[in-house]
């Protein structure tokens, strides 16, 4: 049942998953923390973490994380499986028919729609890990270090475009000598 | 066959040193198909990705199963995948053992506090810089803020606001296309 479950939920990303990795973050949380409740909001942002430093695609090492948690080994390799089946497919039909230059413009201008509910789909996710859980000592003493983190991070993030992996790893420090 | 085995070993050395995702590789996936097999010309290799990106799933994924069947037919097709995610599942396999088990441990558990706050900038940030992409102006500025709030406050399925989304898109990129040829039949 729950090969099932982590098989239908993973097409379904892999279908719908326009945007790349981050993109695919809402819809894994829905599913993973929301509906299935397979882990918590705090385990899903540790996930988070962890599947950006770790090399290669973000969604694949997402998959991987979720279907260890919940089948094992096989859960993992089914989940990252089920993840690439819709390419696969999609390689072999859609690919052919937009490489037509007429068709790719209209899946250009298409995608040019999509791009500003991606964008606030990925803002979603942001938002909703927003909360007591992730953020311990919100309210809570003088100093919100967590609100301070999270700002200062957004800042290198957005306006000096600095390395996530980098600003992983200092905010880990930080919260090893705060916490 | 020779061509099918450099493939996989081309792009298992890809997804297994390229950090922060498909982006990433981009670069590494040119210099290694373009520059140094010569498998594909340049200008359609650029072409190809210019599609591929547009596409759902893994754009990592995608890219190899192209450049795989381009090279190699689907056996080539099928390498170029593997190679590409055998190196982040088995890494990340081992991480998410290791990190299971040292998970309760309180210096694990401060670092990762610190961690978090962290993440959900990480997060917030390139929605940002993607609606600057977008060029939305205060018109369209209804789409992702309709979008946020059907997923955050309402809870509605991510995977229902895509498809509205697609739906959408797909009826604007239709009149896009019809306007542009009675552009071009007026003069």
Redesign the interface.
Known sequence: MIYLQLLWVFI?I?????????AM???IE?EVV??YAWMTT?EF??M??????????????LA??VG??TAG?GG??LA?FA??L???I???L??RL??DKKN???????????????????????????NLQ???DFGRGQYN???I??????VA??FFKA???L??V???????F?? | MKKVFELFLSFFKIGAFTLGGGYAMLTLVEKAVVDRKKWIPNDEFWDMIAVVQSLPGVFAVNTALYVGHRVAGTKGAFAAMLGAIIPSITIMLLLATVFREFRDYPVVESVFKGIRPCVVALILAPSLRMIKSAKVNWKTAIIPIATVFLIWWCKISPAYVILAAIAGSVIYAFYINRSAKKKEAKP
């Open positions: 379904k892999g279908v719908l998953g326009f945007g790349g990795g981050y973050l809402s819809l829905h929301n509906h705090t942002a540790d988070v973490a962890i599947s950006q430093m770790t090399p290669g695609p973000i969604s694949i090492n991987t994380y260890y948690t080994i993992s390799l990252s993840l690439c819709p390419s696969v999609m390689v072999y859609i690919l937009f490489m790719s413009a209209l899946l250009d201008n298409t995608l040019k729609g999509l791009k500003p509910a991606i964008a606030g789909l990925i803002f979603a996710a942001g938002l909703s890990m927003m992730n953020f311990p270090i967590s609100v983190i999270c700002v200062l991070a957004f993030s957005y390395n996530p992996i600003l992983i200092l905010s880990g420090v930080v919260g090893f705060v916490y």
